[in-house]
């Protein structure tokens, strides 16, 4: 069975403090283990496998009050410790007997669950409304940082001219025809980038033919075909002719 340990001082305190909706001074007061940490044989007789059940649950917050009067306590059986409860003017500690007849692990499960769904009223998970999701449709530059992964190209612009184009295949198709066109050696850059040429020139699946008849491969998402696109206008040094429209 999982343990379920809190902050022994803290929550208990918490809980007081919100129930009486005031500032308690607690300075004399201390945790009391209502199924003491260490059992004698009057604990033993009382409850059935009192040891097992002290091991799993003894430190739980069903387990755990406040008193100013431990030590008077100590390790008096529950039927006992009922008469000392009642007369206490911490809530938290007043009501057990006025719940509890006997003290096993029903009572502990039974005691845990309902501080525990009080504290999280106390702690209550804020309302975090989602954020919209930023509508990026428009032109970007090849270097802005834009997730466009879902997202459908419609244009790419290369030194102000304008491409229709369906897919980022194509994008990438008519980016590569571009840079050769503009200078031929700028393959000799891409072939010298390992990342680059593995990406382009071999294993090929989807395979499309350049203008200039060199195979490259195709078959990639969004965002490595932009960051392709990317890094191939800084080798060439042409980012800034570079742009791309989604919707």
């Known amino acids: 069975m999982r343990k379920i340990y809190l902050h022994k001082r803290f929550d208990s305190f918490v809980l007081e403090e919100n129930r009486t909706r005031e500032t308690i001074n607690f300075d004399n007061a201390r945790v009391e283990h209502i199924m003491p ?13 009192a040891d097992k059940i002290n091991d799993q649950l003894g430190g739980t917050i069903g387990n755990l009050t406040l008193t100013m009067y431990n030590q008077e306590m100590s390790n008096k059986i529950f039927s006992d410790k009922k008469e000392y409860y009642s ?17 096993n692990k029903d009572t502990i499960l039974d005691r845990t669950k309902d501080l525990s769904n009080e504290l999280c009223q106390i702690f209550a998970k804020p309302d975090i409304k989602s954020e919209e999701a930023e509508d990026i449709a428009g032109e970007h530059t090849i270097n802005e940082e834009v997730d466009v992964t879902g997202k459908k190209p419609v244009r790419i612009t290369l030194n102000d001219r304008d491409y229709s184009i369906d897919s980022w295949r194509s994008a990438l198709v008519i980016f590569l025809n571009y ?52 890094k191939i206008a800084d080798l060439c040094d042409i980012s800034d002719q570079v742009k791309y429209t989604i919707k």
């Open 37 to 49: 940490q260490r059992l004698n044989n009057d604990w033993r007789l009382e409850v059935k496998n």
């Open 87 to 103: 007369k206490s003017n911490v809530s938290l500690t007043r009501e057990i007997p006025e719940r509890y007849d006997q003290w």
């Open 179 to 230: 840079v050769w066109a503009i200078d031929s050696r700028n393959f000799e850059k891409i072939r010298q980038d390992d990342s680059l040429d593995m990406k382009l020139f071999s294993h090929f699946t989807r395979p499309a033919v350049l203008a200039n008849n060199i195979r490259v491969e195709t078959n990639h998402s969004a965002t490595t075909i932009i960051a392709i696109i990317s």
